[in-house]
């Protein structure tokens, strides 16, 4: 299983916020755990972002991530809405 790591204190900030205001984002965190590039929509992203991967959280949240295979980690790199991209 994999573990969730934040890349910043403001996207900590606004994981911690997002998860509190919806009481379904703590499950899907767990699913994305368990299988970071099936879960809850995952997709590798293109383009400038190339290498990183992108889930649905809920409704308009969308949540930028890179896997470490190597340490089992998801290194979450930002959340928000579509403009995070």
């Not at 994999?2 to 965190?29: H, P, S, V």
């Not at 409704?59 to 579509?82: C, L, P, Q, W």
């Amino acid at each position: 299983m994999y573990e969730i790591y934040t890349a910043n204190n403001r996207t900590e900030k606004l994981l911690q916020y997002y998860a509190k205001e919806r009481q379904d984002i703590a499950a899907k965190l767990q699913r994305l755990k368990q299988s970071p590039r099936t879960e809850i929509g995952a997709h590798p992203l293109h383009g400038r972002l190339a290498g990183k991967w992108s889930c649905w959280l809920g409704s308009n949240i969308r949540m930028i991530y890179s896997i470490d295979d190597f340490n089992k980690r998801i290194i979450v790199e930002a959340v928000g809405t579509h403009k995070i991209y």
